[in-house]
């Protein structure tokens, strides 16, 4: 199998300008984990929920927050997003994502279509997904 036949098809993004509070929202909407970061709709960096928690301020969604706690919901992609992001073909085998995910310590890698645009996310989840359907075949069909 290859990475096209599991990767997230549906991929959502943002833009170097988007602020921190906008992104979050996405998050919370998509029930997703990670956000490629785009300029002109070419990939620059990747941003995840976790860089949102690290850098946004505890107080920022509170009525005590000071200017602090509120300028760390407008801080913008640019300013906090992973600008090395590793990516995979759609033709990479599973196997071949899998050791990159594994090997680069990373949760996901975008997926790069041959004109150099986004065409697909690859997710731990997918991959875990993937692994366990094939398990259970096997295991129904002995």
């Given at each position: ?8 098809k ?19 909407l ?9 300029k ?5 960096g ?11 301020s505890?107080?920022?969604d ?18 906090i ?6 990516t995979?073909s ?25 004109e ?27």
């Amino acid at each position: 199998m290859v990475v096209a036949d599991i990767m997230t098809k549906k991929v959502i993004t943002a833009e170097m300008d988007d602020t921190l509070a906008g992104i979050r929202k996405v998050f919370e909407l998509n029930k997703c984990h990670h956000i490629p970061i785009l300029k002109d709709e070419r990939l620059v960096g990747m941003v995840s929920d976790r860089d949102i928690l690290r850098e946004l301020s505890p107080l920022a969604d509170s009525r005590t927050a000071d200017i602090h706690a509120l300028n760390s919901l407008k801080k913008k992609a640019h300013q906090i997003m992973s600008r090395h992001v590793v990516t995979v073909s759609p033709d990479d085998t599973l196997e071949e994502a899998t050791r990159i995910i594994l090997d680069k310590g990373i949760s996901c890698v975008p997926v790069m279509g041959r004109e150099g645009y986004v065409i697909g996310i690859l997710t731990k989840t997918d991959l875990l997904r993937h692994y366990a359907n094939q398990n259970q075949t096997v295991t129904s069909e002995a």
